[in-house]
């Protein structure tokens, strides 16, 4: 597919002062030849783009969008996924419960990224997008044709034969082998390209890696909470085992839910559920590490939340997948792309990160 300069991808750098428009111009130049270098997704040949797009908000009013959806979110979301095919960014993840009535919420995720690609496709044919979604492990799901029933349900939301990635959301209660059992059938059947895990442990996930490495299956990768302020994987193990044995870690909620990008402040806290997160107080304490991600951001022509993401791609092994409600959010994370923070810069955040007390994560992960 060929890469192009679009006016979405141009209009975050819009507000910039007209002095640095040749910096501009060499960035988004610099942005478009790092979406076009793509990344394996661990042992597998499946390729993508080294930022993803998360699309958790997409129809969902249990958790975002204060609790409502309606035809301009419709709208919006839809504007994010054709900004972010525009700057090249083409790798998206979802899941089976983003905005389902089992989530309560409004409409499937899965559907609205389904209609969404088809619609793109109906104007450019030879767009390629690579699609990742979920199987709910939920207490009534046993053996290995569960996962094969769920997937085909997923692939008819998406109105796909077959997805990019297929990943186990987390782990289940039981019945953990049967899942890892499923995964495999589904690429010897051809209906996905790649398989991973999601919230899997240090031990949990070596133990899937060795099922699917006896099916002549690579597991592909990991899907975890990872950001400056919340490190848990670099703590507990997960990311070195990933280094290890090949398996790329994927990082959600990589911007802590904007709680990385300097919107919120101790007087302007997140509202919703996440302001039960990240509170007033907690934001006092973030402060100085959003003051030191602002200060080198300007170094370089950039905002907290490419400095944000940028530190994850930096890692290595590491793609981060922001979720993006806007055609502007979207824009803004394909500059965290085609330039690169120092070592000493990396370590000076992981540090002032570190003073941060963590947010609480995903409780599935210490099963």
């Known amino acids: 597919m060929a890469l192009h300069v679009s006016s979405a991808c141009m209009s975050v750098f819009s507000h910039r002062r007209v002095q640095r428009i040749r910096a501009v111009a060499s960035e988004d130049f610099a942005t478009l030849k790092a979406a ?9 040949d499946l390729k993508v783009t080294r930022l993803g797009i998360g699309a958790w908000s997409w129809g969902d009013t249990s958790y975002w969008n204060n609790f409502q959806w309606d035809d301009r979110k419709m709208k919006a979301a839809k504007s994010a996924f054709d900004a972010s095919v525009d700057c090249g960014i083409t790798f998206f993840d979802t899941a089976e419960v983003y905005g389902s009535r089992l989530s309560f919420g409004a409409i499937n995720s899965e559907t609205l990224l389904g209609r969404f690609i088809k619609e793109r496709k109906e104007r450019n044919p030879e767009v390629e997008v690579a699609v990742a979604t979920k199987f709910a492990a939920l207490p009534w799901r046993l053996g290995r044709q569960s996962v094969l029933s769920a997937l085909k349900d997923s692939l008819c939301r998406l109105g796909l ?12 209660i039981w019945g ?8 495999a059938d589904a ?16 031990r949990r996930l070596r133990d899937a890696y060795q099922m699917l490495k006896k099916r002549g299956i690579p597991l592909a990768s990991n899907q975890v909470n990872y950001s400056l302020i919340y490190r848990l994987p670099e703590e507990n193990g997960v990311k070195a085992t ?7 870690l994927i990082a959600y909620s990589p911007i802590a ?3 990385l990008t300097g919107k919120y402040t101790p007087g302007n806290p997140p509202t919703g559920p996440r302001g039960q997160i990240y509170t007033s107080e907690f934001l006092t304490r973030l402060q100085p590490l959003i003051n030191r991600i602002k200060e080198i951001g300007e170094n370089y022509n950039k905002t907290p939340t490419q400095v944000a993401l940028n530190w994850l791609i930096a890692q290595e092994n590491v793609v981060p997948i922001p979720g993006a409600k806007t055609a502007e959010q ?5 500059g965290a792309l085609g330039w690169r923070l120092t070592n000493e810069e990396i370590d000076e955040l992981r540090s002032l990160g ?3 007390k963590p947010v609480t994560g995903f409780p599935v992960e210490n099963l």
């Open 354 to 356: 570190a003073e941060t």
């Open 36 to 44: 076009e270098d793509k990344v394996k997704l661990g042992g597998s």
């Open 257 to 259: 839910q904007g709680a």
């Open 176 to 183: 953990n082998e049967g899942y890892i059992d499923g995964l």
């Open 330 to 334: 979207a824009t803004e994370f394909a």
């Open 161 to 172: 034969s077959s997805v990019d990635l297929y990943q186990l959301h987390w782990p289940g």
């Open 187 to 202: 690429v010897e059947k051809g209906l996905v390209k790649a398989v991973g895990v999601s919230n899997y442990n240090e």
């Open 242 to 248: 990933c280094d290890e044995l090949g398996i790329t």
